[in-house]
Each structure stands twice: as C-alpha cells, then as structure tokens.
C-alpha cells in the first residue's frame, strides 16, 4: 500500500510539472504576440541606432507592451517554478541536476530584471522624445535586451540540455534529450551572435526553446504510474 501510495504521489507530480511547463510556455508564447503585434522591435533600434522612433512608435502602443512585459514576467515566473520541479523528479546525473537547477535559479531573476528595464523604457522616457530621453533609453534598453538575452539562452537553452541529461532513464525520451543538446548550442550561438553584425539571429534559440518546453510538458503529463 505504501508502494502504491508513492507510485501515485510520484505520478500527481509529474502531471503538476507536465502542466507548469506547459502553462508557462503557453504564457511565454502569449506575451511574444502582444510583442510582435505591436509593432516595435527594441533589438532592431539598438542595431541600428533608431532609438528615438522606437520610443514614438511604443508610445503609441505603450498600453500594449506593459501588458507584453508583464505577462512575459509571469511567464518566465512560471517556467522557473516548472523547471524546478522537472528537476525534482530528475536524478540520473546529480552533476547535470545541480546545472539545471542553477541555470534556472539565474534565468528567472535575470529575465525578471530584463522586463523591468524594458518597462522603464516604455513606462518613463516615451513621452518627450528629448536627446537626453534618448540617450537615457539607449542605456537602459541595452541592459534589458542584453539581460534578456543571456536569460533566454540559459532557461530554453542549456537547462533544458542539463534537464534532458538528469532526466535520462526517468521520464526523459531519447529524442527530447538530443533536442535540449540543440537547444543548449543554439542557445550559445544566440550569445555569440550578439557581437555581431546580425545580433537578430539570436532570435532562432526562442521557437526551438519554447517549443522543447511544450513536448517536456506534454510528456510529462502523459506519463503513466509505473503499476499501469
């Protein structure tokens, strides 16, 4: 019976992660289409120096992207809460759970700070389109999308490849495992390129994170009691 009981409890936790994961990426996948619809790109005003009509463009949609920002901080809040408990059930490599867990443990507080300062860019220096409002912006959105970017390449970049070794022989499928190994080089390349010509490129490391997040949480939700 107390076998039975712990089959069961250790299955309700697997369903509870399998959901986290999903919902945090649903979340993720939402605040991105209030960003793409609003038709601003902080990234491309840093690249090419277009600040000011980045900053008129946001006041226009400025309602839009506080609610963008706001649900990519509950979204990675979310997915924070789910990777810490996709490595509560992940032990097959203590080293690679320790990773995991750290990388997570980082992502969270970095991308939280990343939304702040990309807020205080639309919240705070979209009204008067000054030079010093400007410069003011170009600092600030600099730390944020920088900050954003590392945070991105660690969450669905290398936690996902440290996941999938500390969860191998447990829930983890071969093919999901292989595809946080993806994930953890894209999610380098995604760094690499920021010094660069085409910082842009690092973008490729968001579907293929967010999508590896949706397959971890479905597995997990399907997985069944070892009894069954």
Same mark, same amino acid.
């Given at each position: 019976m107390n076998n039975l009981n712990a089959n069961q409890t250790t299955f309700s936790n697997y369903k509870a992660a399998g959901?986290?994961?999903?919902?945090?990426a649903i979340i993720m996948v939402i605040g991105a289409a209030l960003w793409g619809t609003s038709g601003t790109d902080l990234w491309a005003a840093l690249a090419e120096n277009q600040m000011a009509e980045y900053l008129s463009k946001s006041a226009a949609v400025k309602t839009q992207l506080i609610a963008n920002l706001s649900v990519w901080i509950i979204g990675v809040t979310t997915l924070g809460v789910a990777g810490?408990?996709?490595?509560?059930? %992940?032990?097959?490599?203590?080293?690679?759970?320790?990773? =995991?867990? /750290?990388?997570?443990? @980082?992502?969270?507080?970095?991308?939280?700070?990343?939304?702040?300062?990309?807020?205080?860019?639309?919240?705070?220096?979209? %009204?008067?389109?000054?030079?010093?409002?400007?410069?003011? =912006?170009? /600092?600030?959105?600099? @730390?944020g999308?920088?900050?954003?970017?590392?945070?991105?390449?660690?969450?669905?970049?290398?936690?996902?490849?440290?996941?999938?070794?500390?969860?191998?022989?447990i829930w983890m499928p071969r093919w999901l495992g292989l595809w946080g190994f993806i994930n953890a080089a894209i999610g380098i390349f995604s760094v690499v390129v920021l010094y660069t010509s085409v910082p842009?490129?690092?973008?490729?490391?968001?579907?293929?994170?967010?999508?590896?997040m949706i397959a971890a949480g479905i597995i997990l939700i399907r997985r069944k009691p070892e009894n069954q």
């Amino acid at each position: 019976m107390n076998n039975l009981n712990a089959n069961q409890t250790t299955f309700s936790n697997y369903k509870a992660a399998g959901y986290t994961t999903l919902i945090g990426a649903i979340i993720m996948v939402i605040g991105a289409a209030l960003w793409g619809t609003s038709g601003t790109d902080l990234w491309a005003a840093l690249a090419e120096n277009q600040m000011a009509e980045y900053l008129s463009k946001s006041a226009a949609v400025k309602t839009q992207l506080i609610a963008n920002l706001s649900v990519w901080i509950i979204g990675v809040t979310t997915l924070g809460v789910a990777g810490r408990m996709m490595t509560d059930l %992940s032990d097959h490599s203590k080293a690679a759970n320790q990773f =995991a867990r /750290v990388f997570f443990n @980082i992502a969270v507080p970095l991308g939280i700070l990343s939304y702040i300062f990309m807020l205080a860019v639309v919240v705070l220096l979209t %009204s008067g389109g000054t030079e010093l409002e400007t410069a003011l =912006a170009t /600092v600030t959105g600099w @730390i944020g999308a920088r900050t954003d970017d590392y945070a991105t390449a660690l969450i669905i970049g290398l936690a996902p490849a440290m996941v999938g070794i500390s969860a191998k022989d447990i829930w983890m499928p071969r093919w999901l495992g292989l595809w946080g190994f993806i994930n953890a080089a894209i999610g380098i390349f995604s760094v690499v390129v920021l010094y660069t010509s085409v910082p842009q490129l690092g973008f490729i490391i968001i579907p293929f994170g967010v999508a590896w997040m949706i397959a971890a949480g479905i597995i997990l939700i399907r997985r069944k009691p070892e009894n069954q």
